[in-house]
């Protein structure tokens, strides 16, 4: 009798630890063993390129991981502010994607793209997407407007000319108003060549609007 009634007792034990305690310590984050061990992120990186305490801590209590570490230590040094680089990492999280945009951050403060514009570009999901093309346009000295409304039409799937196509036409003489227009309409880059043709046989940034009118 004395052995049945131990078996029902481990039984149930079994039991309420499958069903009731297991579940409980998963829910609280609680290690089921002594080989898991959480170690603390280092943020020393996030120290060393110029980042408070107070972001810093506010960074940890989003959970940021290691490498995050690494990608935020990176926007932080090219000049980034606190405040920017913890909108921009809720932005990634906001999508529950991992924070990985530091280089391309740090380009584009490096050819003076404005903080607003490389936040805008992280809510729309394009910080990162061909960045490269994003630092080429501002180089050739086409304003951030611009390089927003290329980056909403490729985030919508839309068409729209490329960062080489507007520079083109800006070199032709062409008003940052027009080049803006024509990216708004969402004028296909297939038609760049009619458009610089156009152009160089004196057409005025009036009568190019009055022609391409866009999709």
């Known amino acids: 009798m004395r052995c049945c009634f131990e078996k029902a007792h481990d039984a149930a034990r079994n039991r309420f630890l499958r069903l009731i305690l297991w579940p409980l310590l998963m829910s609280l984050g609680l290690p089921l063993s002594g080989c898991h061990i959480l170690h603390p992120v280092n943020t020393q990186p996030l120290d060393a390129a110029g980042m408070s305490y107070d972001s810093v801590q506010e960074l940890k209590s989003l959970r940021i991981s290691t490498p995050e570490v690494a990608e935020m230590a990176k926007a932080r040094q090219s000049g980034f502010s606190d405040a920017n680089c913890i909108d921009a990492f809720k932005i990634f999280r906001g999508r529950n994607q991992s924070f990985d945009a530091g280089d391309a951050i740090a380009s584009l403060v490096q050819v003076n793209v404005g903080d607003d514009a490389i936040l805008e570009l992280a809510r729309i999901n394009q910080l990162g997407l061909d960045s490269g093309e994003l630092q080429a346009m501002k180089l050739a000295s086409l304003s951030d407007d611009i390089l927003l409304e290329v980056a909403r039409h490729r985030a919508n799937g839309q ?40 152009r160089r046989h004196g057409a005025s940034d009036d009568q190019v609007l009055r022609r391409f009118a866009g999709i």
């Open 159 to 198: 068409p729209v000319l490329s960062g080489a196509s507007l520079a083109m036409l800006k070199n032709t003489g062409m008003r940052a108003s027009t080049l803006f227009e024509l990216a708004r309409r969402g004028v296909p880059d297939s038609q760049s060549a009619a458009i610089i043709s156009y």
